[in-house]
């Protein structure tokens, strides 16, 4: 009886050779940009829009609809769009092979005025975050009523007994109507994992003769940040860029009412690669920056302004989709002093294609002098800065790069503007 035989040398290499070739054929930048082609394409009437392609995968377009679509191809698709409408795109492969159907939604162009002026941002929170613990003396001991009911820095207390949690006063005259029956505080916890009920035995401090449970809370939040822009007919406005978070957690927190109005930059402390810089402000009352917040989302905050800002840009431009944002030069808004708005050179290294919101989609580098040598880059407080290239508002500043201060992270200004909450 014979031995079956090993694959041959030859055999082997054909195989690894095979692999190595289908691994190649998936990286390679051709196949990458048809994997990464949207399925959707948004644009704006009159506007041209480039999506990149390749010359080594030869394509055929079949327009279906009316003709404003143009579309010519060597290593670029190029629609040309000069009416408002719907049309679909069916793509062929070597002119054969059905590839797939995109649509085109074809838009008025969305108009607003950028900002750059640096706000304070005074809200009213729904809940109350806990900031920290604090252990109660009693008899002796040092128990931590909260932290052994499960009770986490970063949550949020929504309900007290059944009841809205709407201020720290209500808070603690629950715990002592508890305490004083010897019964637990029920309360309704949103947290990072989940939303769940916590049960909490209130104990008497000999030290301050209050019943306490042990957790610092707050009821409102505060800061300072920058304006990103606002339209130019409804006077709404999006600023920050991300979220009012509960700073641990980082779920964006419920506002029930809020205002903002302007910032005073007094002072600066430059960013290094080992520490964070900030803008030092202080609040400067309404004859800039008025309004109100109405909403609180990854996007940061959307609101309504009382006026129009007296300093600052007063040009409306149009919005940029983020497939219309390239890497090459760009200019960002800032107040560095004072309330005046000022424009300073970047360069947008990366501009990622998205074809849903997310937070970071630009990344981008400092190249003004006179910025880096005040701040050393992105500092805090600049967050909400708009960022313009073209003639087009196309992002926000959202995070400094860490150890890189001269870099940035920022959103696409078009998720901003999409939220229903600015919207509507």
């Known amino acids: 009886m014979s031995r079956p035989r090993k694959p041959g040398i030859l055999v082997k290499v054909l195989g690894l050779a095979g692999a190595l070739g289908v691994v190649a054929l998936g990286t390679a930048a051709p196949v990458r940009r048809l ?5 959707r394409v ?18 055929s377009v079949q327009e279906s609809g009316s003709k ?3 579309i010519s191809h060597t290593q670029v698709i190029r629609l040309r769009t000069p009416r408002v409408g719907h049309y679909l795109l069916r793509f062929r492969l070597f002119g054969r092979i059905p590839w797939r159907g995109v ?28 900031t920290g613990f604090s252990s109660v003396t009693s008899l002796g001991r ?27 006063g209500f808070f603690t005259s629950r715990i002592a109507y508890d305490g004083r029956r010897h019964q637990p505080l029920r309360l309704w916890v949103a947290g990072a994992r ?55 957690t980082r779920r964006p927190v419920g506002l029930s009412q809020g205002g903002v109005m302007g910032a005073d930059i007094v002072g600066l402390v430059p960013a290094t690669d080992t520490e964070p810089g900030q803008k030092i402000g202080v609040l400067a009352g309404s004859s800039n920056v008025s309004g ?31 497939d219309q ?25 990366r501009a990622a294609v998205q074809n849903r919101p997310t937070v970071k989609g630009l990344l981008f580098q400092v190249t003004d002098p006179r910025l880096l040598r005040d701040t050393g880059g992105i500092i805090q407080g600049m967050s909400g800065s708009p960022i313009i290239q073209n003639g087009r508002v196309v992002g926000a500043v959202t995070h400094v790069l860490v150890n890189r201060p001269s870099m940035g992270f920022g959103c696409y200004a078009y998720w901003m503007a999409d939220q229903p909450s600015y919207r509507g």
């Open 42 to 59: 948004q644009t704006t009437a009159g506007q041209d829009l480039v999506l990149p392609w390749s010359r080594w995968i030869p394509l």
């Open 103 to 130: 649509p085109v939604d074809v838009t008025k162009p969305i108009y607003v005025v950028p900002g750059g002026e640096s706000v304070g941002v005074l809200a009213h929170t729904e809940g109350l975050m806990v």
């Open 292 to 322: 109100y917040t109405r909403f609180n989302g990854r996007f940061g905050i959307v609101g309504q302004l009382n006026h129009l800002p007296v300093w600052g840009p007063t040009q409306a431009m149009p919005l940029a989709f983020p």
């Open 68 to 70: 404003p679509v143009i």
């Open 194 to 248: 989940s939303d769940r009920e916590r049960q909490v035995e209130p104990v008497l401090s000999p030290r301050t003769g209050r019943w306490e449970i042990g957790a610092v809370v707050q009821d409102h939040t505060s800061g300072v940040g920058t304006l990103t822009f606002f339209s130019p007919g409804t006077h709404r406005f999006a600023a920050l860029g991300h979220s009012i978070s509960d700073g641990l």
């Open 35 to 39: 994997v990464n082609f949207p399925t």
């Open 325 to 349: 944002v390239r890497t090459g030069p760009a200019e960002m808004i800032t107040v560095v002093h004072g309330q005046f708005p000022e424009s300073f050179r970047i360069q947008i290294i």
């Open 142 to 168: 040092h128990p931590d009523p909260a932290l052994e009911a499960g009770i986490e820095r970063g949550d949020v207390i929504t309900r007290v007994d059944g009841r809205p949690a709407l201020s720290v």
